[in-house]
């Protein structure tokens, strides 16, 4: 069965991908740019490079650097001999899962330091 990566998901691991770049992204904006490329990939884990403008082709490549999407390219002989190289962008869905967890993972750690420093009295923030 084919895992369908939704918005949610793609949002999350955008703003966790640019997060481990020691960059941070807003929610909003992390949702719009996800929402834009699922609109090149619709229900499919790759697209032909051919159909990107160079401005999105800049936005694959942040992605890329961020660890979700990954390239790879095919290469056909035409009729007249010559080699034609098709390049493609596809999802890397194991490293978004990665990314996705990382982020309940980061939300339970700093749950446990919330409560750990909330059981702390007053007192012990006084300086003597």
Known sequence: ??????????TQAIKNGIRQA???MEEEYANQLALHVLNF???????IDNILEPEDRDTFYML???GIL???????????GREWRIHYWLFRKKRI?????????VEAEVKAEDSFYGD???????RS
Do not use: C, H, Q
């Not at 990939?41 to 697209?47: A, E, K, L, N, P």
């Not at 899962?97 to 993972?105: D, F, Y």
């Open 97 to 105: 899962e990665e990314l996705i967890e990382g982020s309940t993972k």
């Open 1 to 10: 069965m084919e895992v369908i990566i939704t918005v949610e998901e793609l």
């Open 120 to 126: 702390l009295p007053d007192e012990i923030w006084k």
């Open 64 to 66: 890329e650097d961020a």
């Open 22 to 24: 020691n960059r941070e």
């Open 41 to 47: 990939f619709g229900y499919s884990d790759r697209i």
């Open 70 to 80: 990954t390239t790879e390219r095919e290469e056909t002989t035409l009729y007249d």
